[in-house]
């Protein structure tokens, strides 16, 4: 049986997006990325999250995931937070695993 995460993809779009527009006002987020390996998987698959944020200046905070999420996704591992910093530009992602 695949499941389609479009839904799930969006509404964490959303939250990204809503977040990130709320942290524009402190410091100057450029661009945020909310990524999934892929778009479909059978049950029992794990589906690997990326969040990533660049920015100039200041902090971003990404939202904390507890061990469940909606119908039945667990949260199997949460990656460290990685910061890279080029000359102006910072670029903090962060890793989930999640499984049905």
């Known amino acids: 049986m695949r499941i389609r995460f479009s839904f799930f993809c969006r509404l964490f779009i959303l939250l990204i997006c809503l977040y990130g527009n709320i942290l524009s006002m402190t410091a100057q987020v450029t661009k945020v990325e909310v990524s999934f390996n892929k778009d479909t998987a059978l049950i029992g698959d794990y589906l690997y999250l990326r969040m990533s944020g660049l920015y100039k200046g200041g902090e971003i905070f990404f ?3 507890k061990d469940t999420i909606g119908n039945g996704f667990e949260v199997i591992e949460k990656g ?3 910061i890279k910093d080029t000359l102006n530009q ?3 992602s962060i890793d989930y695993t999640f499984i049905q």
């Open 63 to 65: 939202p904390t995931l």
């Open 80 to 82: 460290n937070e990685q």
């Open 90 to 92: 910072k670029k903090k």
